[in-house]
């Protein structure tokens, strides 16, 4: 990632501040985050978040899911159009003014709760809730340490119930 010009930095609603995108699978791995100035919205950093999120190919297993769920702030027909395109199924309410959906999978809309707790779960870390770092690639690279950190505490203690159980 290459430094921005206004190192992602930029006033919105809630003040001066940084915009984070992430993309997460169904149990709440991280597996793409990008950062973004405050005032921009939510779905002009979804090009780029898509496009640094990247599932390994295993044989018999498709690389994506069948769906991609996000909040009506993604509800636009071009993200649509690019779900479609690489064969995911938009799972994403309408804004007010747009006309309804007939086909909306209230159930698997409901599981986007993951992506609400994994940033709550990483803005626990003090650096990451609130930004210290002024160049936008040390926050980033601070959000994928403790991606590691967590995927790290997480998978350890799998393991270490796994060995408990065969002793």
Same mark, same amino acid.
């Given at each position: 990632?290459?430094?921005?010009?206004?190192?992602?930095?930029?006033? &919105?609603?809630?003040?001066?501040?940084?915009?984070?995108? !992430?993309?997460?699978?169904?149990?709440? $791995?991280?597996?793409?985050? @990008?950062? @973004?100035?405050?005032?921009?919205?939510?779905?002009?950093?979804? =090009?780029?978040?898509?496009? %640094?999120?990247?599932?390994?190919?295993? #044989?018999? %297993?498709? *690389?994506?899911? #069948?769906?991609?769920?996000?909040?009506?702030?993604?509800?636009?027909?071009? $993200?649509? /159009?690019?779900?479609?395109?690489?064969? !995911?199924?938009?799972?994403?309410?309408?804004?007010?003014?747009?006309?309804?959906? +007939? +086909?909306?999978?209230?159930?698997?809309?409901?599981?986007?709760? $993951?992506?609400? *707790?994994?940033?709550?779960?990483?803005?626990?870390? *003090? =650096?990451?809730? @609130?930004?210290?770092?002024?160049? /936008?690639?040390?926050?980033? #690279?601070?959000?994928?340490?403790?991606?590691?950190?967590?995927? !790290?505490?997480?998978? @350890?203690?799998?393991?270490?119930?796994?060995? &408990?159980?065969?002793?």
């Amino acid at each position: 990632m290459a430094e921005p010009q206004d190192h992602a930095l930029g006033r &919105s609603q809630g003040g001066f501040g940084t915009k984070v995108s !992430l993309v997460c699978c169904g149990v709440g $791995i991280l597996l793409a985050v @990008t950062v @973004t100035p405050g005032q921009r919205h939510e779905s002009q950093a979804f =090009a780029e978040v898509r496009g %640094r999120a990247r599932r390994p190919r295993r #044989a018999g %297993r498709q *690389r994506w899911p #069948a769906r991609a769920v996000a909040d009506k702030g993604y509800s636009y027909p071009g $993200i649509r /159009a690019w779900l479609r395109r690489h064969h !995911l199924e938009p799972v994403i309410p309408t804004r007010k003014k747009q006309p309804r959906q +007939e +086909e909306f999978d209230k159930a698997s809309y409901r599981k986007r709760n $993951i992506i609400e *707790r994994v940033v709550g779960w990483f803005k626990e870390c *003090r =650096a990451l809730g @609130t930004r210290y770092d002024k160049l /936008a690639v040390n926050y980033v #690279a601070l959000w994928l340490v403790a991606n590691i950190h967590y995927l !790290l505490k997480k998978y @350890t203690k799998a393991l270490g119930r796994g060995l &408990s159980e065969t002793t």
